[in-house]
């Protein structure tokens, strides 16, 4: 005979509670002296909870812990509650605490036997119950119980998580609801107990509907319905959705936060529920501690999504692609809440060509204020870099606008912010001052143009894995001095070479300094050779903030964490290619026949070019750029020509800048205007075309992209070309080989021949000169 025969036979039963899983296994008789039905069960630790006298319960949580701490049995006797609240019977419970290891810790499971003891309690729990000092009693501690699990819930869906799993004393809800108020409507925020999309029909339903919930959201006020019929007399219209359910008693708490009716709590019963004054006393407390813990995680939530949105936002896209180059970046917010900080990267398209500026830089201090200067400082230094100025003057500009913010002007003249009181934002008019570095980069040649206002020093990893610091001269952070000096210095980013950006966040994060943090990056750089740029980052920060990085703390006591920017670029390795060519010519306004002498040198330079009427097509536009500016600026004109790609797939862009900060507008000339037409023809003949604002003056630019299929058709003139004959037909045929050499030429006139085009009448007679 079985054991578990032999302790039924005398009506003891079995249980097991793995205290670490949260589940209690009962044998049958076990689960019948529990007033289940008398088979094998599984509860959890809620419904265990639930049929247990509370007081009895919270005594026999102390004795389990003081027999475990002196290694003794536990013993016990508690009193076994129906559902509707009665005393069903009184057991003893003996047990033995096992404690087992585990990947956290230590914990315990229980081994104990259940036993029926005589003369069984069956007086209710409410009213004028034995027991109803004890029900007191354990309601306060329930309450004390719910009110910490509540203040310790940070999400919406913690606090309703902990809100399912409370037990109350006596009366546990087994169908919760949480309505919130969304304009005029209600909206189910969350449930328990209920099939998922049972909410459909409660979901964005007015408040002025004939529905309990809608009610206590209107008048702030309770309302309690014990039975079905008080359900469906009270509210005939809604009652056949609830009818669907099954419950037999239900609870409308209001959700009241300072004064505001947030929403409601609907608490539901399958068993009769009278609703007494203690009862409801703990409904309306236990909805109060409910609002306020949805009430803070409401705020939470908010903030969170508020700083991730402004993360989001002042973080730019790494944009389009720089040809012959990669980049990869990072940002890293501290651990703190706020999800933004002072630390920025910036990739910037400049004027004139596939130039492109990178920019990272670091606010001082990592708060809300830190974020908002940190997104004025980005959006001044774009508007420098557009107006086309070098990386000296852009950091000039950038520290003279971060100083002048705390200047306020008086009858007296400027006062520093020291000299104001301000009261409570005092804080916000001290100054603050910003590290940055700004990077303007040359793809086709791979030179990079450094200016540095107080940031870590570049760092280059070569082609053959070595990582090295590089030094350049820098100047004081910005926002320091009204006037700053910020030299510049130029480094070739060879192919094969990856060049690393960052703020002091990646180096001294972990008590580290300079020295120490770069010991500590230098190997992840110099062991992630073959990998793409993206890993490379993902190593980079993990190395920061990874499992690893516990084990890599440095000298310094201070180990706050700080913001993270970090910004890689790699030069591919990719054949070399053919030079461009180029011709620059300076058109002054005392020679204004110069234009001519444009004309020819650009029909020099496309001597070879697969398609005629594209040369017309630039001839003609740059005679138009030109005139243009001779007749509406007081300046010179500077054009500047460059051919460049392989033949057949070649890209033609022409500028002409001169020193006049006006703008040209299209215009609608009429059929006998003389002028206005400037503008249309670059829309109609160019392929691509713009103004670029310089930082003295502006540059009008044109691109026109070689047809291939003409190209194909040239192959006979290439053959006459090779040997030596001139090709009469090509336009700047007989000097094309001179204008291609005149690339770079101050005038460049020197290769082209001095004869005038007779196809152009406009420069018969024209002087050549430069």
Same mark, same amino acid.
């Given at each position: $005979? ?34 289940l039905p008398a088979k094998p069960t599984v509860l959890s630790e809620a419904a265990m909870r639930a049929r247990l006298h509370p007081v009895d319960w919270n005594e026999s949580y102390g004795i389990v812990r003081l027999a475990i701490a002196e290694e003794t ?8 509650? #129906?559902?509707?609240?009665? !005393? ?5 419970? /003996? ?116 529905? *309990? ?33 099954? /419950? /037999? ?109 990178? !920019? ?25 870099? #557009? ?30 912010? %020291? ?23 040359? *793809? ?49 980013? %060879?192919?094969?070479?990856?060049? $690393? ?14 020295? =120490? ?8 750089? %110099? ?47 990719? *054949? ?40 017309? =097509? #630039?001839?003609?536009?740059?005679? %138009? ?69 310089? &930082? ?42 001179? &204008? ?6 101050? &005038? ?5 021949? &001095? ?5 152009? *009448?406009?420069?018969?007679? #024209?002087?050549?000169?430069?």
């Open positions: $005979m079985r054991t578990e025969d032999v302790l039924a036979a005398i009506a003891t039963g079995v249980w097991h509670w793995d205290n670490a899983a949260g589940f209690i296994t009962l044998d049958a008789e076990a689960a019948r002296l529990f007033g049995l536990a013993e016990a006797q508690v009193r076994i509650v #129906a559902e509707d609240g009665r !005393v069903l019977r009184t057991v003893r419970t /003996r047990s033995k605490p096992l404690i087992k290891e585990l990947e956290y810790g230590e914990d315990y499971e229980l081994l104990g036997t259940v036993q029926e003891i005589p003369e069984p309690q069956t007086a209710a729990l409410t009213g004028q119950s034995p027991v109803a000092g004890d029900w007191r009693r354990s309601r306060e501690a329930f309450l004390l119980d719910a009110g910490r699990a509540l203040a310790e819930a940070r999400s919406t869906a913690e606090v309703l998580r902990v809100a399912a799993s409370l037990s109350m004393p006596g009366f546990s809800p087994d169908g919760l609801a949480v309505f919130g108020v969304d304009g005029e409507r209600l909206t189910v925020i969350g449930h328990h107990g209920h099939e998922d999309g049972a909410e459909g029909p409660f979901t964005e339903m007015s408040v002025s509907t004939d529905y *309990p919930a809608a009610e206590v959201v209107r008048t702030g006020r309770a309302i309690y319905l014990a039975t079905p019929k008080e359900y469906h007399d009270r509210y005939p219209a809604t009652w056949p959705l609830a009818q669907g359910f099954g /419950r /037999r008693s239900w609870a409308f708490v209001p959700l009241i936060v300072a004064g505001r009716t947030m929403g409601a709590w609907m608490a539901a019963f399958k068993n009769p529920v009278t609703f007494t004054p203690d009862e409801r006393s703990v409904l309306t407390t236990v909805a109060r501690m409910l609002a306020q813990a949805l009430a803070r995680a409401e705020v939470t939530e908010s903030e969170r999504e508020l700083s991730l949105g402004l993360q989001r936002s002042m973080m730019p896209m790494l944009g389009p692609d720089i040809p012959g180059m990669s980049v990869a970046a990072r940002y890293v917010p501290t651990g703190g809440g706020l999800q933004v900080g002072g630390d920025w990267y910036d990739i910037i398209p400049l004027p004139g060509g596939t130039r492109v500026a990178l !920019v990272i830089g670091d606010v001082q201090g990592h708060d809300v204020r830190a974020a908002g200067l940190m997104g004025q400082l980005r959006i001044a230094l774009r508007a420098y870099a #557009a107006e086309g100025h070098r990386p000296d003057a852009v950091l000039s500009r950038a520290s003279r606008f971060l100083h002048g913010m705390y200047e306020f002007p008086t009858a007296q003249g400027p006062t520093l912010p %020291e000299q104001v009181d301000t009261g409570e934002d005092a804080d916000y008019t001290v100054p603050r001052f910003a590290t940055c570095l700004y990077m303007e980069v040359d *793809p086709e040649s791979g030179t990079l143009d450094i200016a540095r206002a107080g940031h870590p020093d570049p760092v280059i990893r070569s082609a053959d894995g070595t990582a090295l610091i590089r030094q350049t001269p820098g100047g004081l952070p910005l926002g320091i001095e009204a006037d700053s000096d910020y030299p510049t210095s130029r480094v070739v980013l %060879e192919p094969g070479d990856t060049l $690393m950006l960052c703020t002091d966040g990646l180096i001294e994060t972990g008590g580290h300094d300079m020295l =120490s943090g770069w010991t500590r990056l230098r190997p992840v750089l %110099e062991s992630n050779t073959g990998v793409s740029l993206e890993k490379l980052a993902d190593a980079l920060v993990g190395a920061v903030h990874g499992p690893g990085s516990h084990y890599t703390t440095g000298p310094l006591a201070d180990r706050r964490e700080d913001d993270i920017a970090l910004l890689l670029l790699s030069r591919e390795s990719t *054949p070399a290619r053919r030079p461009p060519r180029r011709t620059v010519l300076t058109i002054s306004q005392a020679e204004p026949e110069q234009v001519a002498s444009a004309r020819r040198q650009l029909k020099a330079l496309l001597h070879d070019w697969a398609d005629d009427e594209q040369v017309d =097509s #630039a001839v003609l536009m740059v005679s %138009e750029m030109a005139t243009n500016v001779l007749v509406h600026t007081d300046g010179d004109a500077v054009l500047i020509a460059e051919a460049a790609g392989e033949r057949g797939r070649r890209r033609l862009r022409v500028e002409v800048a001169d020193a006049s900060d006006e703008l040209p507008h299209k215009r609608r000339p009429g059929e006998l205007a003389s002028s206005g037409r400037g503008l249309m023809l670059m829309e109609m003949l160019a392929d691509a075309w713009g103004v670029d604002p310089r &930082g003295e003056g502006k540059s009008t630019w044109f691109e026109i992209y070689e047809a291939h299929e003409a190209a194909e058709g040239d192959e006979e003139n290439e053959v006459h070309e090779a040997e030596g004959v001139e090709d009469t037909d090509e336009p700047g045929g007989a000097g094309g080989a001179g &204008g291609s050499g005149s690339a770079g030429s101050a &005038g460049g006139v020197d290769g082209v021949d &001095g004869t005038d085009d007779p196809d152009d *009448p406009d420069e018969a007679g #024209a002087p050549n000169g430069g």
